[in-house]
């Protein structure tokens, strides 16, 4: 950096519809995994916040729950999270899901994107075709003709999250609608949100995986107790105790299996990825609880933290 004034830095939204590849994205661009990822819609409940560093700017991503048609409560909560998201942004970028099935990409969807959550906000939008790697050249040239002709964004290009094509051209196209500003955060900053939110969201993730039908979109995780290694204890490891918070009795019984072999796999693989993400080893204890729809509850909703 050669000087302050050459710095940019500001926040960028990640907006779209639900499995459209934004937290794909929000991971790629920061080559680390930070956010869930799961084939199911509506894995991402919250705003995720990601900070990428290089030596021309800091970019703060915000990564949202995808954009839908709220049915009860809880997805009111997840369509306020990403509103409020969009009022933090100097840009916006929003990931249009390429496919074949579709006439390339769903156009109607997108007109209601552009018409009803950005045009409004008056800020620079970059389209990101993303999944491009399901289009060959020609189709991928067509569908950002059809993107820039009927909705005028800043700059429309295509990546693919999965495969990391398109990102480098994506973070240069993002440099200069960026404000002029020093870093905020310090380099070894990769997230602001704590560590505790992160081990919830990696066994909601095992539960999105693991789990068919209802389950996963039933399920809550709270962190209940997180006790740091301490030194003089020879175990060395962090003691960490969650609660997974369901809906129905029945529900309950098929998270924890036969003789609680489901809840064991389940715990097993959300462990080792936890131990990776903090890098030490942890002890890790499940806890399936019953709260009869705690979806549709205002109270329960706010103290899960929407
Ligand atoms: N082929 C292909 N698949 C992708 C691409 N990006 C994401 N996916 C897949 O699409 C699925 C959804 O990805 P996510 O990143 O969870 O999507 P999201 O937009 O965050 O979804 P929600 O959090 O549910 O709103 C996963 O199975 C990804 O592997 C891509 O560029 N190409
Ligand atoms: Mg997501």
């Known amino acids: 950096m050669s000087d302050n004034t050459s710095f940019s830095c500001g926040y960028v939204a990640i907006i779209g519809p639900p499995n ?11 080559n680390h995994k930070l956010s869930i990822v799961t084939p199911k819609p509506q894995t991402t409940r919250k705003k995720i916040t990601g900070i990428y560093h290089s030596d021309r700017c800091q970019i703060l991503f915000l990564d949202t729950p995808g954009i839908m048609k709220p049915m009860q409560e809880l997805h009111q909560s997840m369509l306020t999270a990403t509103r409020s998201t969009l009022k933090e942004a100097d840009v916006i970028i929003t990931m249009i899901p390429a496919s074949k099935k579709n006439g390339l990409f769903d156009q109607d969807f997108t007109e209601l994107l552009f018409r009803e959550w950005l045009t409004n906000t008056g800020k620079p939008v970059i389209a990101a075709l993303n999944k491009s790697d399901f289009l060959n050249a020609g189709e991928q040239e067509e569908a950002l003709r059809i993107i820039k002709e009927r909705w005028n964004p800043e700059k429309a290009l295509a990546v693919s999250a999965l495969k990391g094509s398109g990102t480098d051209d994506l973070i240069e196209a993002l440099i200069p609608l960026l404000p002029a500003s020093a870093p905020l955060y310090p380099e070894d ?17 095992k539960i999105f995986l693991f789990y068919g039908q209802e389950i996963p ?3 809550e995780v709270v ?8 030194e003089n204890d020879s175990s060395r490891k962090d003691l960490i105790r969650c609660s997974i918070v369901v809906e129905r009795d ?7 299996g036969k003789k609680g072999s489901a809840l064991k796999k389940l715990g097993m693989a ?24 705690w979806r549709k509850k205002k109270g329960m909703l706010r103290s899960f933290g929407y």
């Open 223 to 230: 962190v209940d107790e997180f006790k740091e290694q301490h």
């Open 217 to 219: 979109y039933s399920t």
């Open 20 to 30: 459209a590849g934004k937290s794909t994205l929000l991971n790629r661009l920061l």
């Open 270 to 293: 959300a462990r080792t990825e936890i131990e990776e993400f903090l890098g030490r080893p942890v002890f890790l204890e499940l806890f399936v609880k019953v709260r009869p729809d």
């Open 189 to 205: 900053i990769l997230s602001t949100a704590p560590e505790r939110f992160f081990v919830s969201e990696i066994i909601r993730e």
């Open 250 to 256: 029945t529900q309950k019984h098929i998270l924890i």
